[in-house]
């Protein structure tokens, strides 16, 4: 029986370790493929000239620090800009998807599959041909050219997302235990916060994240909304982008990536920190 | 706390979007009357009327050095002379024409584009459609100051009449380049283009129409191959152009089977062979800017052995405008901003900043001025402004560029 079982154990053992070296492999060329583009990126953002089949850039040139720097878009503006508004953006969107969820998830509404169906629209019609239109509503409202105008239509970008996501966490969660609570005398307010809303929190991160990150790369909806006076910092890379100028692509590149991480970082810490110190 | 976070923040939206709504929704009926006046006014009034205020000037963004030129050396200039905060806004021409076409059909008096970079086919259909201003050249001094005013291009844009709607900018010329240290010879025409090709197997192409720089460089082989004087007064009718350009296409044939991938397809765009040449995949480029090469030298980005040519018979060259919005804010502002950038001064500083050939007639120059001219370094690898100038050919009129692109991939691509 022992023996048995330790060849059993053993056997376990051995089809992990081999598990984990395949998985460690995949592992392996995932980062690999992840990291080696992100590295020649990194390489092109100071190179000059770097033709075939050279393993080196040939030259080097500061000139793309100095333009992100000290050009004529400074960069502390449009990284300010671009950060607000996809920080509103995720706030709201994440707020709005939430209370749909709410309501089609635990409060059953009527028409919810009509709701649920409704919130999913942006994601058939394409960006562009959205942009154009809702670009003469904006300007009859007054909003054209106006950051608020900017957040409305990035936020219709990435509420499908929002309240797909919202919506899974949400039946997910359900609402037995925040009753659960309010049978225990808590306010329905306090049941909500106190109970739901920690529950909800992977999905309330993973939202917001979502939006923000739509919002960071929105292009065309921007440029359109925004009428160019909104800068933010797609608006400004993508011009370098289209024109071809591969170490200034490269330079904005790796600092719209960087900033987003950073903001990624610090907005997962805020929360972790807000959670402790409610609990 | 949670909750009253959540209050307080919601309170802060809803105050954003209360306060938005206020502040766009009126318009001033007082600036349409200006606007009407304006074309009465006195250089001087319109002067003291642009005073102070801002002017936003919409044109392509893809080039790091025009957008420091025009936030730096220009703003600072129109900061100093004139009190006025200028602007740039980078965004793709299409994407402004969109834009003021939405603007027109929400029925905006007031928008955001004061005045745009423009030339050819955008300008036609810009004026066609009513997107612009008017005619306002005549109002400027610099007009009748530094520029050529019976010169056709003054008068024209791709053959298409002016009118006064739109002013010079800057100058561009189609130039070959190619790197000496790895091919020496410089084709001076379309047959010695062919044997260089021949030579050269599969390491030429041009970009695909319609691309702005490929369709240009086709425009210049029609003008080698067939004249450029008939294509001026030509009606941009199909069958009558496909007659005309027969040789040229003839040409293009037979240039394929020696071309980059046998000319089966062609580099998507300019960018797309720059980076080619650049990576050593073709051994020519082409640039609709006559100083690509010194500007890719000073960056870093061609090796200082690049060499600059034209053909012998001359390439296309175009003249690049200014033009005012319909809906501009501040008209008489955007005038202002126009007038000081046919200046000698401004036009200078582009010539030695952006090495851009200027618009200002020679003949009309101070010697001083001329002096300061002839003396801008423009670095390696280029013609100069003479030669270029020597070797300048009119555009086609606009109509029928996109006549001969659509020619051009039925008659040519993969054939």
Known sequence: MRDRLSAYQMKRRAGNRAGSRTMRIVLALTVFVILLPV??????????????????????????LQELFSGSSPLYEILWGSVIIATVVAILGTLIALMTARATEIYRIRGRRLVSWAAMLPLIVPGTVFAMGIQVILIRMGLGDTVTGVILVHLVAALPYC???????????????????????????????????????????????????????????????????????????????????RALSSVYAVTFVGSALLVFFIFEALIHRIMRTES | MMKKKFIALLMAVLMVFALAACGGGQKDAEENTEAASLSEMSWDEIVEQAKGTKVSFYGWGGDENRNNWLNGTVADYMKENYDIDFEYVGMDINDILSKLTSE????????????????????????????????????????EKYIDTEDPETLNDFCKPIEGFEAPYAKAQMVMYNDSAVTPETPKSADELMEYAKANKGKVTYPALPDFTGSAFVRNIIYEKCGWEQFQDMEADKETVKKAIEPALEYLRELNPYLWNEGKTFPADSTALDKMFQDGEVVMNMSYGPFTVASGIADGTLPETCQTFVFDKGTIGNTNYMA???????????????????????????????????????????????????????????????????????????????????????????K
Not at chain 1, 39 to 64: A, C, D, E, F, K
Not at chain 1, 184 to 205: E, N, T, W
């Open chain 1, 39 to 64: 590295i020649v990126t990194m390489i092109w953002t100071v190179t000059g000239r770097w033709p075939w089949p050279s393993m080196l850039p040939q030259s080097y040139t500061m000139r793309t």
């Open chain 1, 163 to 245: 309240v797909f996501i919202m919506t899974d966490i949400t039946a997910a969660v359900g609402n037995s235990l925040e009753e659960q609570a309010q049978l225990l005398g808590a306010g329905p307010g306090r049941a909500f916060f106190d109970v739901s809303v920690p529950q909800l929190m992977p999905g309330i991160l993973s939202s917001a994240s979502m939006a923000y990150i739509i919002s960071y790369s929105q292009y065309f909806t921007t440029l359109l909304a925004g009428g160019g006076k909104v800068k933010t910092l797609a608006l400004v890379m993508v011009p370098y982008i289209q024109s071809g100028d």
């Open chain 2, 104 to 143: 027109k059909e929400a029925g905006e008096e007031s928008g955001s584009i004061d005045m745009i970079w423009i030339n050819g086919e955008n300008f036609y259909t810009a004026k066609e459609n009513g997107l612009l201003y008017g005619s306002f050249t005549d109002q400027l001094p610099n007009t």
């Open chain 2, 324 to 414: 005012i919005a319909f809906d501009a804010p501040n008209k008489a502002g955007a005038m202002v901003a126009i007038n000081a950038i046919i200046s000698a001064d401004l036009q200078l500083t582009q010539y030695s900043e952006l090495r851009d050939l200027p618009v200002v007639d020679q003949a009309k120059l101070s010697d001083e001025e001329k002096a300061a001219f002839d003396k801008v370094d423009l670095g390696k690898g280029v013609l100069t402004q003479a030669e270029l100038l020597e070797h300048r050919l009119p555009e086609m009129p606009a109509d029928l560029v996109p006549v001969i692109e659509e020619i051009w991939e039925e008659e040519v691509v993969g």
